[in-house]
């Protein structure tokens, strides 16, 4: 395999943390989305946009795993660089039979957040 296509390899094909200090530090974000579906009988439980659970508020329990999930990406994902990330939202959308989940992070700083946005909505929906 070519390392120039991968930039997390090093000419030995050895996994390595990408370089990011000669770069510029500037606005970054990105958004990432997930769709969880579910079955009709799991839909008639929500009520005013929340599912009714003996262990409390669900969607709200998401939005707050999602944005801790951000914040933590650098200790989740191996070789992401540890961001000061600026904003963080998580929005869940209801569904006949689904709820989409859009989460949005940006940063000033000299790499992207695309993992930290995937991260997040990958966290909320589970």
Do not use: W, Y
Request: glycine share 6%; aromatic share 2%; charged share 20%.
């Amino acid at each position: 395999m070519n390392p120039d296509m991968l930039s997390h390899l090093n000419e030995e094909n050895q996994p390595r943390m990408v370089d990011v200090g000669g770069k510029t530090v500037t606005l970054r974000s990105a958004r990432a989305q997930s769709i969880v579906s579910m079955p009709p009988e799991v839909s008639t439980l929500f009520v005013d946009g929340e599912l009714q659970a003996k262990k409390g508020p669900v969607i709200q329990t998401a939005i707050i795993a999602g944005i801790m999930a951000a914040k933590k990406t650098s200790e989740l994902i191996p070789l992401c660089h540890p961001l000061r990330i600026d904003a963080v939202q998580v929005e869940l959308t209801l569904g006949r039979d689904t709820v989409e989940i859009r989460a949005t992070v940006s940063a000033f700083d000299r790499t992207g957040v695309e993992m930290e946005a995937m991260t997040a909505a990958s966290v909320a929906a589970l």
